[in-house]
């Protein structure tokens, strides 16, 4: 028995020893490129391309397996003018043998040099690295073959270990030639090495490229990765440099890249101008602004932490030019968004990154029909959010303070609180926005405390109208989502007061006094006119889109004014009748209302646009008529001739101020 073992190992033995005995010795007789005609000529049926190798062709077995060759070119398929797909021009690689055995990858070399892959898109649209022949059949049956590997995929990498002694990828390049677009890109200059290559140490990468003639790099150390892939952990700590302009750090973890793949990742991008990384692409700038200095520093840091499931964003700060937003988010099944954030941002001018006016205006062109909104995203949506902003012009009005509380769910969002400070007063409100069906519907209920409204105007308009200390009451309620309908729709009620205030370029008083004056018969003052008030308490309704009053009243130490009326919002029209009264001495605000005076009503029509101011001609002429009969006091009737002269002379008198 222990004789049958011994000659049992002997020949094993002898059969090993032959075994590399062939290795070694058949290369020195077998001559690779003997070969190479029938090599060219199976790679071309295989791909249905031109094949070339060059005749620095040669083969290796023992102790390394090994393969180099020289000048390979991949043709085209016929219909692009462009001739290889792929070229390289040298390549090498050597493996150690026995160890394959046993699943240990021992790669002592792996040099790839040149390499280059043209990819085109002809004039009619067809692409070159499409296999010739492929069709829908096979595309299937293709995805088929991998679905049914896919369990195997899943059971992590073939291998025990895996070690290389040197990895390289020198001077390579992809170019992309679009024909139908006349354009080109290039990516060359493409560097790529690998250092202490092993699954249980941390591998060392150097990427260099040039796109575009623009510096490109990737330096740092990914791993070790494990031998056990589906749940591995894997270290990442890369420095990712773009343009001369970009700096991208990426610093963490990729987890269970073999199964379900989740990172845990702190990231940076260190400040940058978004201009002149546009500007060293030879390309425009995609976004005009009202200021061009907008855009122009950038800069961003955040942990993400998430997998196919969810995704949570912690300790984020964006810097934007001056502004500095501290922000958070948490974000979970994405065919159902549910969201939920927290974003405090500093300060910021909004009008800095709107369009410039004369893209805001562009010239009228022919009505198009709306597409229809699509709300469905927002059915899904669920949200929990808070907005916080310490300084912001908007429109040019400066707001402080401002705070928004958004949820939303079942096409059903609110904002609630709303709250803002600005023009030393506040606003507090709440909000709602209904997409559960096409047509949109939204309310909103706010409450304005002693806003200075002349700042305010100024700032906004640009136009000195109206002084005042502003407190208003606002429930508004409105339907579609666009201006013209929501403007038919709006529906609310409201009231509006201002206090020790001043409506400037009118002189109400003065109109009182002169009627030539007051409807532009007579020469107008040098100084700008005004009329000063203690009250202005404007009560209106909206129904379908007009804006009622029923009594706006005004109270100065002059003057008294009640005006009713409506602004219809659809057609842009007024139609008010403004009448005052004359205070017979100044006596302050705590005097009687109801004094003597003439009356002398101001109608008020045409548009918003072109408004229109008139005397009430018939009005004052009935007034004056009763004050002078009631103030006759000498026996002349009506239906005195002699009385009835008199009276008319009388009215006339104080129409024109004589």
């Known amino acids: ?22 290795l070694l010795i058949a290369p020195a007789f077998i001559d690779i490129r003997d070969y190479k005609p029938e090599l060219e000529k199976k790679v071309a049926e295989a791909t249905g391309r031109p094949f070339s190798v060059g005749d620095d062709l040669s083969l290796s077995l023992f102790p390394w397996a090994g393969i180099s060759f020289s000048d390979l070119r991949l043709g085209n398929t ?96 992809i170019i992309w030639i679009d024909h139908t677009a006349n354009t080109r890109k290039e990516i060359t200059a493409v560097n790529l090495k690998l250092q202490d290559v092993s699954l249980e140490r941390p591998v060392t990468l150097s990427f260099s490229a040039l796109l575009d003639n623009q510096p490109l790099s990737i330096d740092g150390t990914v791993g070790p990765v494990g031998k056990d892939f589906k749940q591995a952990t894997i270290p990442l700590d890369l420095d990712i440099k773009a343009f001369k302009q970009l700096i991208l750090q990426l610093n963490g973890n990729v987890k269970n890249p073999g199964s379900k793949p989740g990172i845990d990742m702190a990231i940076e991008i260190k400040e940058f ?72 941002l500093d300060r910021i001018d909004i009008d800095r990154y709107l369009p410039p006016k004369s893209e805001r205006q562009p010239a009228t062109e022919k009505p198009t029909q709306k597409k229809a909104a699509d709300y469905e995203p927002l059915r899904k949506l669920i949200l929990d959010g808070r907005i916080q902003i310490g300084q912001l012009i908007a429109n040019k009005a400066k707001i402080e303070n401002l705070l928004v509380q958004i949820k939303a769910k079942n096409g059903i969002i609110n904002l609630d609180p709303l709250k803002l400070n600005m023009y030393q007063g506040n606003v507090s409100g709440i909000g709602n926005l209904n997409v559960q069906t096409n047509t949109p519907k939204s ?110 009243s005004l109270k100065s130490p002059l003057i008294r004014i009640i005006a009713a009326g409506d602004a219809n919002l659809v057609k842009e029209t007024l139609d008010f009748r403004v009448e005052p009264k004359v205070v017979a001495t100044i006596t302050g605000q705590g005097d009687a209302e109801q004094r003597s005076g003439l009356m002398i009503p101001v109608l008020v ?12 001609l018939a009005g004052m002429a009935k007034k004056q008529l009763e004050q002078t009969i009631l103030g006759t006091g000498e026996g002349k009737q009506l239906g005195d001739k002699e009385g009835l002269e008199e009276t008319v002379k009388g009215v006339l008198k104080g129409l024109l101020g004589q």
């Open 443 to 552: 309310s909103v209920n706010l409450n304005v405390e002693n806003i200075q409204v002349g700042p305010l105007l100024r700032d906004v308009l640009e136009k000195d109208i109206l002084e005042g200390v502003t407190t208003a009451q606002l429930k508004l309620s409105m339907s579609g989502d666009d201006a013209a309908m929501i403007k038919k729709t709006l529906n609310g009620n409201g009231q509006i007061r201002f206090n020790d205030g001043a409506i400037i370029g009118i002189d109400l008083a003065g109109m009182i006094r002169n009627v030539k004056a007051a409807f532009g018969l007579e020469q107008k003052p040098a100084q700008r006119p005004r009329t000063d008030f203690a009250e202005l308490n404007a009560p209106f309704s909206i129904k379908q889109g007009v804006v009622h009053t029923p009594q706006t």
């Open 273 to 344: 101008s978004p201009r002149k990384l546009m500007a060293a692409l030879g390309q425009e700038f995609p976004v005009a602004t009202s200021d061009p200095d907008a855009l122009d520093r950038v800069a961003l840091k955040a942990h993400l932490k998430g997998d196919q499931k969810k995704l949570v964003v912690s300790d984020g700060i964006l810097n934007l030019d001056e502004s500095t937003l501290n922000f958070s988010l948490n974000a979970s099944d994405f065919s159902r968004p549910n969201l939920a954030f927290d974003l405090n």
């Open 605 to 616: 029509s045409g548009t918003f646009s072109d408004p229109q101011f008139a005397p009430d």
């Open 1 to 22: 028995m222990n004789k049958a073992i011994k000659w049992g190992l002997i020949i094993c033995a002898s059969l090993i020893v032959f075994v590399i005995a062939v």
């Open 78 to 173: 016929p219909g692009f003018s462009e001739k290889e797909l792929v070229t390289i021009k040298s390549f090498e690689v050597r493996v150690k043998l026995l160890p394959l055995i046993s699943k240990d990858i021992q790669i002592k070399r792996f040099i790839l040099n040149e390499p280059n892959i043209t990819l085109v898109k002809n004039k009619n649209g067809q692409v070159n690295w499409a296999q010739p022949g492929d069709t829908k059949e096979k595309s299937a049956a293709e995805k088929t073959t991998k679905e049914s590997k896919s369990p195997a995929a899943e059971a992590g990498l073939p291998i025990k270990d895996l070690t290389v002694g040197e990895f390289s990828i020198k001077n390579g390049s």
